[in-house]
């Protein structure tokens, strides 16, 4: 996580055309994720945030994907959240008991 003006950004590694859409952890610093959309026409990275709006509780509109719009590797800021509750959000979605 890395505190930004106005929110967070935090670290993905995207498999896209997978069999379906899920969140497999956090591997090497980053978020893992798979999703059945192809790399192509943003498809992927429109079921990117729509799963992580999900994942997260949020709402999609506060998600952008910053750097790697291309790439497997994106950065994802997430408007209005400081990165400490963002770390604690994903430490209790990824770890819930």
């Keep these: 996580m890395a505190p930004v003006p106005g929110g967070a950004e ?3 590694r995207v498999s896209p055309g997978a069999a379906r859409d899920r969140v497999l952890g956090v591997d090497g610093g980053a978020l893992r994720l798979e999703v059945r959309a192809p790399a192509r026409g943003g498809r992927a990275n429109r079921a990117v945030l729509n799963l992580l709006a999900s994942f997260l509780g949020l709402e999609e509109d506060r998600l952008t994907i910053r750097r790697g719009v291309t ?10 959240m400081h990165a400490d509750e963002l770390s604690q959000h994903l430490a209790r979605t990824l770890l819930p008991g």
């Design 10 to 12: 935090f670290k993905l």
């Design 71 to 80: 790439a497997p590797g994106k950065w994802v800021h997430v408007a209005g």
